[in-house]
């Protein structure tokens, strides 16, 4: 039978902030490398759809003038200002990875990257687990970037879907509390939910339309990383890999490249 497809990959670091690097290991940061990322590329078999930059670490330009158009660059991980973020968007960052988290929040004097990523009309992901983003700024960035540039997001860690109270990442022990993936000193680590969840959560608690939240989860990011032509909607001629709600969003049923299993 079929397995699941990996259709690409998200190059999240090491091209990071220390300041803003969250989870991340300090130890693995590097300055944006165009050498390090093709060989990374190749090593991958050219399946790095997403690389992620923090456009005010220098080599930023040089990498962006050399990369891309061969992965979506998202802006992640960074202490931009406006204008640094700005920049960057100009320069060819066309996404940026989880909203609002490991970024500078929005202030009415400085007004940070996110209003910057509005005004550059770049995709923005979201995750609405409850926990990495309160459902008014979910709403917010509706207002802010419009429902055909948002991306739903899981940002799970291997514990999502698990009974397990514990895993790791990068080598180091992440604790689940309360339904939050933990570093040690208490640092969101990621997301613990997977991607259904969040999505059924968009919708029952932070009102977000049935219809929009399945554009976000399945249309807008099939169309960020160049795959709509097989994935992200059910039409003739595409890979039917499907999923099942009843009237209550519970999962009902899956197919996997037209074979029901579930």
Same mark, same amino acid.
């Given at each position: 039978?079929?397995?699941?497809?990996?259709?690409?990959?998200?190059?999240?670091?090491?091209?990071?902030? !220390?300041?803003?690097?969250?989870?991340?290991?300090?130890?693995?940061?590097?300055?944006?490398?165009?050498?390090?990322?093709e060989r990374i590329m190749d090593a991958a078999d050219n399946l790095v759809k997403i690389v992620d930059i923090a456009p005010e670490l220098e080599g930023t330009a040089e990498f962006l003038r050399r990369e891309r158009g061969k992965a979506v660059c998202s802006f992640a991980h960074s202490d931009a200002s406006y204008e640094e973020a700005m920049a960057g968007f100009e320069a060819g960052i066309t996404q940026i990875t989880?909203?609002?988290?490991?970024?500078?929040?929005?202030?009415?004097?400085?007004?940070?990257?996110?209003?910057?990523?509005?005004d550059a009309g770049v995709r923005a992901e979201l995750i609405c687990d409850g926990v990495h983003v309160h459902p008014a700024a979910v709403r917010a960035a509706f207002d802010l970037?419009?429902?055909?540039?948002?991306?739903?997001?899981?940002?799970?860690?291997?514990?999502?879907?698990?009974?397990?109270?514990?895993?790791?990442?990068?080598? !180091?022990?992440?604790?689940?509390?309360?339904?939050?993936?933990?570093r040690p000193d208490g640092t969101l680590a990621g997301g613990n939910r997977n991607l259904m969840e969040n999505l059924v959560n968009a919708v029952k608690t932070m009102d977000i339309p049935f219809e929009t939240a399945v554009k976000c989860a399945a249309v807008n990011p099939a169309k960020a990383i160049g795959i709509y032509e097989e994935y992200g909607s059910i039409e003739e001629g595409?890979?039917?890999s499907l999923a099942g709600l009843d009237a209550g969003l519970r999962l009902c049923a899956v197919w996997n490249h037209g074979r029901r299993v579930v």
């Open positions: 039978m079929q397995g699941s497809s990996l259709v690409g990959i998200h190059l999240e670091g090491p091209f990071l902030s !220390e300041t803003k690097r969250g989870a991340q290991s300090a130890a693995y940061l590097r300055k944006p490398d165009p050498e390090l990322f989880h909203l609002y988290n490991a970024m500078r929040p929005i202030h009415h004097r400085n007004p940070g990257p996110i209003p910057a990523g509005a970037f419009g429902e055909d540039h948002i991306i739903f997001i899981s940002d799970s860690v291997a514990s999502a879907g698990a009974a397990g109270e514990s895993c790791m990442l990068g080598g !180091e022990q992440i604790v689940i509390r309360d339904g939050k993936a933990l595409k890979i039917a």
